[in-house]
């Protein structure tokens, strides 16, 4: 008696998908850093040194998994236009809450960032030989908290704008373009 394997081939599936999407976020931050080195002429170690001290880790953690799962879905979508439109439309969905995510984790963050400035504001002591420290606490904040909106809400765009062209293909159209309803005809 021999033995087959019966698994399917789904994990598999899921890992190439995942790999492909680490791919093209990898390849974009390489292109970004390489323009932010071009443009700035500082490094690549002062510009990540940067982004952890004004954004910070959490911010980019969020980010990059908000942003791996709109890929994902992204790659799932042109996958599956073409044979199965209920299957894409649901990844077209997921990555648009992923891409809504990124608009409202940035957006989270600035509040975030403003109240921290405001809060510190409130609880400091105010006198001349002190102004200037509380100042630099103060910008310090409200960086990290316009920077989060800057960076999050032109990825939250990008994303959501692929997604929704993603579907917009020949293999969604109607009439004999689409390949669904071709295959249909061809069973009657």
Known sequence: MSLTNTQS???LEIFSMLARAFSYIGGGLVIALAYSVYATGMSVEFISEWAVNVLGLSFIVLLAALLLGAV???LKVQKHRT???????KWRQFGLQASSGIATLALTYTLL???LGIGGLSDANL????I???IADLTSQFSTA???SVIGLPISAAMRTMLIISMAG???CGGCCNLNQLRLEKKR
């Not at 006198?127 to 002190?130: A, G, K, V, W």
Request: proline share 14%; hydrophobic share 30%; aromatic share 10%.
């Open 9 to 11: 081939p789904y994990p």
């Open 72 to 74: 994902l879905a992204l």
């Open 83 to 89: 044979f199965d439109e209920t299957e894409a439309q």
């Open 113 to 115: 960032g403003i109240c």
């Open 127 to 130: 006198s001349p030989d002190t």
């Open 132 to 134: 200037n420290q509380v």
């Open 146 to 148: 316009f920077m989060s």
């Open 170 to 172: 020949p293999s969604s």
